[in-house]
């Protein structure tokens, strides 16, 4: 199956809902108690890498590379041990801020498959 997802951010043509996205993930992240321990006191800068983050991977502007360089995702994971539950609860968190964002609806398919595949890839316990 073609990945179609770098032709989202196109077709939604804004950042807004990313950042929606973000703020939903991260209000589940809160209260997460498998993720949150994971995540720094503060979480803006977290919020912010990851709104660039999408928005360049579904196909908006670089400004994430321009500012931190290629993603390497797998790299920027490697000092947390990533196991099932973490890799659950992570998924979890993110199905539900699609769910919460509607400009995400059409494109939940879409999503879900990246989303469960980038999970299943940063397991690394």
């Known amino acids: 199956m073609e990945d179609t997802t770098h032709l989202i951010y196109d077709q939604i043509s804004d950042d807004k809902p990313f950042h929606d996205l973000v703020d939903a993930f991260y209000r589940h992240i809160e209260t997460d108690p498998i993720l949150r321990p994971m995540y720094p006191k503060e979480l803006e800068a977290a919020k912010r890498h990851l709104s660039l983050f999408l928005i360049q991977r579904f196909g908006g502007p670089t400004t994430y590379n321009d500012q931190r360089g290629h993603p390497r995702l797998r790299m920027r994971h490697v000092p947390f041990v990533i196991g099932q539950p973490e890799r ?38």
């Open 88 to 125: 659950d609860a992570w998924l979890t968190n993110m199905l539900a801020a699609i769910e919460e964002t509607p400009a995400f609806h059409p494109y939940r398919e879409q999503l879900v498959r990246y989303f469960t595949d980038s999970a299943d890839f940063l397991v690394n316990g």
